[in-house]
């Protein structure tokens, strides 16, 4: 099935640090999403986006919907131990059936 | 939050017996979807509803069953459960184009 390329896979770092994590296509999509995932727990929705270029910010976190619309990133600024999770990517590429396809997740692992 | 429970939250049960997962919403939404999540897999999508009594495969739909007779309510089914069924499940909801997931249900098959 079709999937999203979200890098990297896995990030450790010590608290105050900024992070950036990425989504790649090779389909266009209409919407892009940035979920976070604690653990024993559902996904929690972060972010919408859905216009190309379009910059969004949730507090410390930030994405774009790509250029292209291929793409998308998510940044957090001055990450504290409770940003500790697995983040997710997720877009719609349109049709009636409202599917959303999900990227592979990036591990975040915050150091205090 | 929004208001999605599944149920149970978790079960262990035996090869080969016949087991049926809940999901049910109090939001009036028209989508609902049932995903699996395992280790370097992410989330995939099992089934999805876009109505009472319209449903249509995910990417893994083999070996599960779902039935949607009331618009707050979602079963999965697993027939005959197998080893490689042993997983998280996710039940999702949506109106237009943001999901909101319940808490998930871990099983596991022995």
């Known amino acids: 099935g079709q999937q999203l390329n979200q890098s990297p896979q896995s990030m450790f770092i010590q608290e105050g640090e900024d992070v950036s994590m990425n989504c790649t296509s090779s389909?266009?999509?209409?919407?892009w999403l940035w979920y976070k995932q604690d653990p024993g727990e559902g996904p929690v929705l972060l972010i919408a986006?859905?216009?190309?270029?379009e910059l969004t910010s949730n507090g410390r976190l930030t994405a774009q919907f790509g250029i292209t619309r291929k793409d998308s990133f998510l940044n957090i600024s001055a990450s504290i131990p409770s940003d500790v999770g697995i983040y997710f990517c997720?877009?719609?590429?349109?049709?009636?059936?409202?599917?959303?396809?999900f990227g592979t997740g990036t591990l975040l692992a915050v150091q205090p | 939050d929004a208001g999605i429970t599944q149920s149970p939250r978790h079960k262990v049960t035996e090869t080969g017996t016949p087991v049926t997962l809940r999901c049910h919403q109090t939001?009036?939404?028209?989508?609902m979807y049932w995903y699996r999540q395992d280790p370097g897999h992410g989330l995939r999508l099992i089934h999805y509803?876009?109505?009472?009594?319209?449903?249509d495969k995910g990417e893994v739909s083999d070996g599960y069953s779902v039935s949607r007779s009331k618009t707050e309510d979602f079963l999965l089914t697993l027939e005959s459960a197998t080893s490689s069924q042993t997983s998280v499940y996710f039940c999702?909801?949506?109106?237009?184009?943001?999901?909101?997931f319940g808490p998930g249900t871990r099983l596991t098959v022995t």
């Open positions: 997720a877009g719609h590429y349109g049709g009636a059936t409202n599917k959303l396809i």
């Open positions: 939001e009036n939404h028209r989508y």
């Open positions: 999702a909801i949506s109106d237009r184009d943001r999901e909101s």
């Open positions: 509803s876009y109505g009472v009594k319209d449903t």
């Open positions: 389909s266009i999509f209409n919407t």
């Open positions: 986006l859905y216009k190309a270029g």
